[in-house]
């Protein structure tokens, strides 16, 4: 496991880029696993200004994203279909065919959940993976519970969720209370993964998950620490209680 502790989240951001791109020279047809949230929105914007200016190509780039709202039309501004058009696909030069982001409105979700992960191991597996936590240490929408699901699936929200993200909406009221999330086990399948955290509010969550030595379904995230290749990358403040 590699950990990095950068000043800022500008500075966040810019070595997350710098981890894609260097894999994205090595493999132009790279599987890219991708998270909504505001943590990964500066390593988009940051991609985007590459692309512009140095001309990084994404033509032959394919993407996975974790997760999506139940019952939430496409272009709803609060759809993940939503941001990641406005974040990150419509400012660089993807295939709309090499986009997938799980259908929020699938007619049989069963079926629909393992062509996703179908989808997923037939494009070779993801190659590398951005996440996310939650404060409460949840992985995409895979929140705390007695018993994590490997593949994707339909989750219900927590509380600790839905009143995060209500940030979001007009009213706590208007947050979905079911979400489609890829599984533990798709996310582990991972070659590669990154796990991002800014800001103070992460703090708690980060010191829980790198200073108990403790692997638990209870913290989602924790599972990650038996991954062979993660690299996780905090911002000052959000390594403060672990550096403590
Ligand atoms: P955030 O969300 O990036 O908006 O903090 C992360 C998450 O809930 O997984």
């Known amino acids: 496991m590699k950990i990095f502790i950068e000043k800022n989240y500008t500075d966040l951001s810019k070595r997350v880029a710098d981890i894609i791109e260097s894999e994205m020279k090595e493999k132009s047809n790279l599987v890219l696993g991708l998270a909504t949230g505001s943590t990964p929105i500066g390593t ?7 692309h512009k200016e140095e001309g990084l190509d994404f033509s032959k780039i394919t993407t996975f994203n974790l997760d999506e709202y139940l019952g939430i039309p496409h ?7 939503y941001f990641m058009e ?8 993807i295939d709309n065919d090499k986009i997938n982001i799980p259908n929020g409105n699938p007619e049989n979700v069963e079926e629909y959940c393992k062509a996703y992960d179908e989808k997923i191991e037939n494009q070779g597996g993801i190659d590398v993976q951005i996440l996310g936590i939650g404060e409460n240490g949840h992985i995409a929408f895979n929140e705390p519970d007695d018993k994590l699901y490997l593949g994707t699936h339909v989750t219900d929200l ?13 009213s706590i009221d208007d947050v979905p209370k079911k979400a489609i999330t890829m599984g533990l086990g798709s996310i582990m ?8 955290a800014s800001g103070k509010n992460k703090a708690n969550t980060i010191k829980k998950l790198l200073k108990d030595g403790v692997v638990s379904t209870h913290n989602p995230a924790s599972l990650l620490l038996l991954h062979p290749d993660v690299t996780i990358i905090l911002d000052e403040e959000a390594a403060e209680e672990y550096m403590k």
Do not use: C, G, P, W
């Not at 988009?44 to 590459?50: A, G, H, Q």
């Open 44 to 50: 988009y914007e940051e991609l985007i200004k590459r």
């Open 75 to 81: 272009d709803h501004v609060n759809s993940y279909h």
């Open 86 to 93: 406005e974040n990150f696909f419509k400012s660089i030069n």
């Open 158 to 170: 927590t509380e600790s969720t839905i009143k995060a993200n209500s940030r979001f909406f007009d």
């Open 189 to 196: 399948k991972s070659k590669k993964i990154l796990l991002l």
